[in-house]
């Protein structure tokens, strides 16, 4: 199984909700990605787990809460989203550097948010 | 702070033709990767490029890496309407210390459009 599956693959909102997005890999792959892809815009990097431990965070608001309750699961919980957060959100996972040779991120299909 | 710049970021070819597109960075990295997106979809990957000189073809694409130049060409030949699609560089950091996980910076992508 070579793929990443996020769920749901859309989600509205508002901005009192709480809601959660959904990152699988079957990949045997020790290192997940959270991004944010705006409309015409490349990907912007919100957190990254390796080891199921958070290794990096890009001053990601507060209002974003990562989860990786296992070595194949990464949650984005989300919680008094503004509508600027409306976007694509993306889930990537690879090898840690040093663990292999690629460190190539593969991509899951994204969960599109619109906050309200 | 790390730059990546991809020029041009609109293309309208013809089918038939051949075309380069360029990908800039300003720090050292030795680890450049090329994606492809369609309209409303994730990210693919299509190569991953690791050290200096290195070249990678698959069918009507070539992806090259001259790291001393900072630069990454994709060159494509006699274009074809399907390889129309946003196309991405990615430059990975070295892991800060610290951290095992790795940072990729995206250029704007190149949003390519083939004509009949």
């Known amino acids: 199984d070579t793929e990443v599956t996020q769920t749901p693959k859309h989600l509205v909102m508002g901005m009192t909700n709480k809601k959660s997005l959904k990152c699988e890999q079957h990949?045997?792959?020790?290192?997940m990605y959270w991004y944010k892809q705006k409309a015409k815009k490349p990907p912007e990097l919100m957190f990254v787990?390796?080891?199921?431990?958070?290794?990096i965070n890009e001053s990601v608001p507060s209002r974003f809460s990562p989860e990786c309750p296992n070595s194949s699961l990464l949650n984005l919980h989300l919680h008094a989203l503004q509508p600027e957060d409306s976007a694509l959100y993306l889930c990537a996972s690879s090898q840690p550097r040093g663990l292999a040779v690629y460190n190539e991120q593969f991509f899951g299909p994204g969960t599109r948010l619109t906050v309200l | 702070e790390l730059k990546v710049e991809q020029n041009p970021l609109f293309l309208s070819m013809q089918e038939g033709k051949n075309y380069t597109i360029y990908c800039n960075y300003s720090t050292t990295s030795d680890r450049l990767y090329w994606y492809r997106q369609d309209p409303g979809k994730s990210l693919e990957s299509l190569f991953v490029l690791l050290s200096n000189g290195a070249v990678k073809q698959e069918g009507r694409l070539m992806a090259s890496l001259d790291t001393k130049a900072r630069l990454s060409t994709l060159h494509i030949t006699a274009a074809v309407h399907d390889l129309s699609a946003t196309y991405f560089c990615?430059?990975?950091?070295?892991?800060?210390?610290?951290?095992?996980?790795?940072?990729?910076?995206f250029g704007e992508g190149t949003q390519l459009t083939v004509n009949p």
């Open positions: 990949m045997g792959h020790r290192a």
């Open positions: 990615a430059v990975e950091e070295a892991p800060r210390a610290g951290t095992s996980g790795s940072r990729l910076t």
């Open positions: 787990y390796s080891y199921e431990k958070l290794s």
